[in-house]
């Protein structure tokens, strides 16, 4: 084999090889550019979710601003009456302690001076009075007769 031939020969398999090399080559880079659209995909996705997680956050957010403002009204509220009941309870029981001492002074002296039954219809005029029921006197002297 003369020089030529065998230079020719191994240029010819040093083609062979290159162009061997070329296709895996292209192979790994045609699967480089799939790999790089499927990240391009997962990093808009990502992209994505995010956004619209922010928004969710931030309308979380202005929406427990508003809730907040109004449970905060509503305690306040809440709050006055409480205070207006306390108020109220405290004057119904110096109303109360009145009345007791009210009857107990009206009964006493009834019982006393009138004796027995009519001290009895005097007490029943006294809860008609207080209570608004006019009949009670009227049925308790019944009652006595």
Known sequence: MSVPVALDLLVAGLLVATIAYAIVLNRRLSQLRGGAEQMERLVSDFYQATTRAESGVSA???????????????LQSMQK???ELEYLVERAEGQGARLENMISTERKPARKSAGGAT??????GLDAELFGDPDIRSRAEQELR
């Open 81 to 83: 009456l409480r205070d």
């Open 60 to 74: 979380l957010k202005e929406f427990a601003g508003r809730n907040e403002s109004g449970i905060l009204e509503q």
């Open 119 to 124: 001290g009895l219809a005097r007490d029943a």
